[in-house]
T-cell receptor, first 118, second 114 residues
Framework: DAGVIQSPRHEVTEMGQEVTLRCKPI?????LFWYRQTMMRGLELLIY????????DSGMPEDRFSAKMPNASFSTLKIQPSEPRDSAVYFC????????????????FGPGTRLTVL | AQSVTQLDSHVSVSEGTPVLLRCNYS??????LFWYVQHPNKGLQLLLKYTSAATLVKGINGFEAEFKKSETSFHLTKPSAHMSDAAEYFC????????????FGKGTKLSVKP
């Protein structure tokens, strides 16, 4: 298996531009997570999907951020308009969640997208 | 609420000496506990996991951790550090209250001196 795939690996953009980050989860996994990592705040969960449905987006910082999962093999995280404070590493992770929800859900992380907003 | 406290933000050891990275957790339920490692400019990799089986858990690269319920601890150890162990390590808790989602500690950066 190729693991979780993220693209692009690096993105440099100017303030005000739209940024789209992409993620392909591991085949067969039914949950997908978007995280943001910064020096100041560490790893933060932004949003997660279960069976392509957004379950909890309380970690999304503001309306400039949006995430979609149109099918089981693809998700996007969009920032519009981008700001310098959005500069961070964005990770996507996927897992196979059992029903009922279990306390054990190993998550597999992608390599991350390093975003720099100038 | 669940939480994880990594007691040291930075640990420095000499190559060949033991490693101890400390982690305390808070959970009202039977937790699952994990250690993830992140090498520079890389994603996170699962090092080991505890899921209510044996309290002493062995992971990859010679690391192990012991779940101590009475102390609410899950410290990570390795008998002999290698240069390639230099990385950031995250202690993580998950339980029914978090609906299986992972709660990350702030991380401990491990430096290994030659």
């Amino acid at each position: 298996d190729a693991g979780v795939i993220q693209s692009p690996r690096h993105e440099v953009t100017e303030m005000g531009q739209e940024v789209t980050l992409r993620c392909k989860p591991i085949s067969g996994h039914n949950s997908l997570f978007w995280y943001r990592q910064t020096m100041m705040r560490g790893l933060e969960l932004l949003i997660y999907f279960n069976n392509n449905v957004p379950i909890d987006d309380s970690g999304m910082p503001e309306d400039r951020f949006s995430a979609k999962m149109p099918n089981a093999s693809f998700s996007t995280l969009k920032i519009q308009p981008s700001e310098p404070r959005d500069s961070a590493v964005y990770f996507c992770a996927s897992s196979l969640r059992s029903v009922p929800l279990s306390s054990y859900n190993e998550q597999f992380f992608g390599p991350g997208t390093r975003l720099t907003v100038l | 609420a669940q939480s994880v406290t990594q007691l040291d933000s930075h640990v420095s050891v000499s190559e060949g000496t033991p490693v101890l990275l400390r982690c305390n957790y808070s959970s009202s339920y039977s937790p699952s506990l994990f250690w993830y490692v992140q090498h520079p400019n890389k994603g996170l990799q699962l090092l080991l996991k505890y899921t209510s089986a044996a309290t002493l858990v062995k992971g990859i690269n010679g690391f192990e951790a012991e779940f101590k319920k009475s102390e609410t601890s899950f410290h990570l150890t390795k008998p002999s550090a290698h240069m390639s162990d230099a990385a950031e390590y995250f202690c993580v808790v998950s339980d029914q209250r978090s609906q299986g989602n992972l709660i990350f500690g702030k991380g401990t950066k491990l430096s290994v001196k030659p």
